[in-house]
């Protein structure tokens, strides 16, 4: 639901999050794309945080199914206050005595149903009302909450968030990023915190919100806008607001605010973008390709966009974006300047949160341990987008980072993504949710073939439109629209944590090639059970001066030898060929092979053979790298022949301070002054500060000009400091250096 974002220098798209690599010679690490420089081995898997003994969670049970919520709420911002009256209509699934709802944040005033007041408690965060007579099952009964708050201020930190998150509804002063503003966040369990429910994915009801607001103020919500009317109080207007198809609480939304109001079509329906006044000018930047992107879409799933409007509206205090249906909150540093856009462009975080309009909120999942079928969706979504919009290589860059993303998460964490375990619901939300499963999604399309995955990601939309769904419902759909049985590649990859590391050696005689791979993941039980050994159907790229023949694979045993044709001597064989594994590959590999592969294999391969080279660091390796540095057609692959250029070797520093200079792309440049650091001259550096166009590149140069420890660095670095920048990534590194001094 909610997708954070987490800045670092060396990311292209700024809702991206990935790891360095792991050094390890001579054999080479790859998270089925390189990474991108040495650091420590992982930690042990004595070390990892083993999410086996999490309590196990059974599926919330209700006697009642609530049908549709009519939410008033006057609200003023004076006093940070809301009076509220909520109208729950419910229909007994049993005989109902009394009715218990999720209730958080404020005071209960009173409890009616047909006129008749009931007696309540409402203690640890549940009401209770007993209700004058016992409701038989099938009949349907109007349940109002009197209820309000003054000073309301939720500590997400109490709910299992950060405490900056600011969950239920908050009040908003005015700064100087943002105006004085009114929003909800309502996931995960957000929604108890403004209005009475029952707050769990599993409970799908229509919904409705009367907001009272300042009449300056425009408020947005789910669903079609019914009218405007003036308020009770002097100087005030009711927004009404109504959503007639069910959806879960944890995707209602209110944002009242002096908002403007960017429009837009895709065929019929309308498209908003809600933005402060100030940013109306740079808004088109960020959200100009969210009608192709819902078309897109609409292709890719088979299923038309199924609601009927779909708006944008940014806030502060979140860094990424939480869906809610029909309107997307996003966090308002997703609009940015001309400047920004080589670093920090949106279009990532647009995609993945406009995907959820399918997987999250057309379906939904019916319990916190099932968040995959909706999260792990819009991730790999973010992936198809990217194919589309940019190509092969920029879409295999954006798998390689989500597939670094988890492994980072893997060396602490172990869980299944598929899990009734966990202690708050948010512990469901993490880099194995996100791009593990965006990865394994994608495998999942390599191994069905894209026209039954296709079949049968459209049947299960469309079986289980507007309700809540589980993994068994996925596999089944599989079997329905294609008939294929996928439930081993759900029990061993989904259900089960962990994946596989490969070690692999090739050897050639007598026109063959002989491939040994090893599985050499733990497999003890005490973590988790993770298998001792996957099944993965693959290929193999054998490369010779005569051509390239790909040969298909089955990886299934804990240790397996494996023979293909090859009449000559391999240039270099290629392990995944499709570059669709979501685990650790360790290939030994001659200095020659390597450097044949960097010479004519696809991008992700070529990447590969860069990051090699730089574990080698010879002389010959780098030498290499320097060329490749300079002339290689994908810059992915130019940032990591840099990242394996020794600063303190003459030629390599002068590779490091032309490609700083001179490169196109701002990774490259930022990951050349990085790796500069402080063997580069410090007046060089100021130069960069003062002339690069790159918010990430300048941040970089700060960095390493704290390094040299140079007299005119301190000056600079203040000066920095003061700057304002995107997500304040040159203040914060300035920071962070005098910090170190």
Request: net charge negative.
């Amino acid at each position: 639901m909610l997708r954070l974002i987490a800045t670092t220098l060396s990311s292209p798209f700024g809702s991206s999050r990935w790891v360095r690599g792991l050094s390890v010679v001579p054999l080479l690490l790859i998270a089925c794309g390189a990474p991108e420089s040495p650091q420590p081995e992982p930690a042990p898997p004595s070390g990892l945080e083993d999410r086996s003994h999490f309590p196990e969670r059974a599926l919330r049970d209700e006697p009642f199914d609530v049908l549709h919520y009519r939410v008033a709420l006057d609200l003023d911002e004076t006093t940070k206050s809301l009076d509220g009256q909520a109208r729950i209509e419910l229909r007994a699934e049993e005989e109902v005595a009394s009715v218990a709802l999720d209730a958080e944040s404020y005071e209960v005033r009173a409890a009616r149903a047909g006129g008749v007041e009931l007696a309540f408690r409402h203690e640890d965060g549940t009401l209770s009302v007993e209700l004058a007579e016992p409701l038989a099952a099938g009949e349907t009964l109007v349940l109002e909450v009197d209820y309000g708050a003054t000073g309301l201020d939720v500590d997400g930190s109490a709910y299992g968030m950060a405490a900056s998150y600011d969950l239920g509804l908050d009040f908003k002063a005015e700064t100087d990023r943002n105006p004085e503003l009114v929003n909800t966040l309502s996931f995960p369990e957000g929604a108890r915190h403004w209005y009475p429910s029952v707050d769990h994915p599993s409970d799908r009801a229509t919904f409705e919100v009367l907001a009272t607001v300042r009449e300056d103020w425009r408020v947005l919500s789910n669903g079609r806008l019914v009218g405007i009317t003036e308020g009770a109080r002097p100087g005030t207007r009711t927004h009404h607001w109504r959503l007639d198809e069910p959806h879960p609480t944890y995707l209602s939304v209110l944002v009242a605010g002096p908002y403007e109001v960017i429009e837009e079509r895709h065929g019929d329906i309308p498209v908003n973008h809600w933005v402060y006044p100030r940013d109306v000018p740079d808004a088109d930047r960020s959200f100009h390709k969210t009608v192709a992107m819902l078309a897109f879409f609409d292709e890719e799933y088979g299923v038309p966009y199924p609601w009927n409007k779909y708006d944008q509206v940014t806030i502060p205090g979140i860094g990424g974006g939480a869906e809610s249906t029909t309107a997307t909150v996003l966090g308002e540093s997703t609009i940015h300047d001309e400047r920004a856009e080589q670093d920090f462009p949106s279009h990532g975080l647009v995609a993945h949160e406009a995907a959820h309009h399918w997987w999250g909120n057309l379906v939904s999942y019916r319990d916190w341990g099932e968040t995959w079928l909706s999260e792990s969706f819009a991730t790999w979504s973010e992936y198809r987008w990217h194919a589309e919009e940019l190509g092969p290589d920029e879409a295999a860059e954006n798998m390689r980072r989500k597939r670094e993303s988890y492994l980072r998460q893997s060396r602490t964490v172990l869980r299944p993504i598929v899990s009734n375990r966990w202690i708050r619901p948010n512990d469901n939300f993490d880099s194995h949710t996100y791009p593990k499963g965006a990865a394994l999604i994608h495998f999942l399309r390599h191994i069905t073939g894209e026209e039954a995955f296709h079949a049968s990601i459209q049947h299960f939309l469309e079986t289980h439109a507007f309700q809540p769904v589980d993994t068994e419902d996925f596999i089944a759909a599989f079997a329905e629209a294609s008939g294929q049985d996928i439930r081993w590649f759900v029990d061993q990859w989904l259900r089960r944590p962990g994946h596989p590391v490969l070690e692999i050696g090739t050897a050639w005689a007598d026109g063959e090639v002989e491939m040994r791979v090893r599985q050499v993941q733990t497999p003890a039980a005490s973590l988790g059970a993770v298998p001792d050994a996957y099944r993965a159907p693959l290929s193999v790229r054998v490369v010779t001066d005569a051509g390239a023949e790909t040969h298909p694979f089955e990886l299934e045993a804990r240790e397996q030898t494996v023979r293909f044709p090859a009449a000559d001597r391999p240039r270099y064989v290629r392990f995944d060929a499709d570059d669709v594994l979501m685990g650790e590959i360790r290939f030994e590999k001659t200095l020659a092979e390597w450097t044949a592969q960097i010479e004519d294999d696809d991008s992700v391969g070529r990447r590969r053979a860069a990051v090699a080279l730089g574990e080698i660091g010879s002389v010959e390796a780098r030498g290499v790298l320097r060329r490749v540095a300079a002339e290689d057609a994908f810059w992915s692959v130019r940032q990591a022949a840099v990242a394996g250029l020794d600063p303190e070797d003459a030629a390599d520093h002068e590779s490091l301070v032309a490609a700083a200079t001179g490169d196109p792309k701002s990774d490259v440049r930022t990951e050349a002054l990085a790796r500069l650091g402080g063997a580069a001259d410090p007046d060089f550096l100021i130069a960069r500060f003062r002339e690069d166009s790159s918010y990430r590149a300048q941040a970089a140069a700060i960095t390493a000009l704290a390094e040299t420890g140079a007299d005119a660095a301190r000056a600079v670095i203040e000066e920095a400091a003061a700057m304002a920048s995107p997500r304040d990534i040159v203040a914060r590194a300035a920071r962070e250096a005098l910090a170190g001094n």
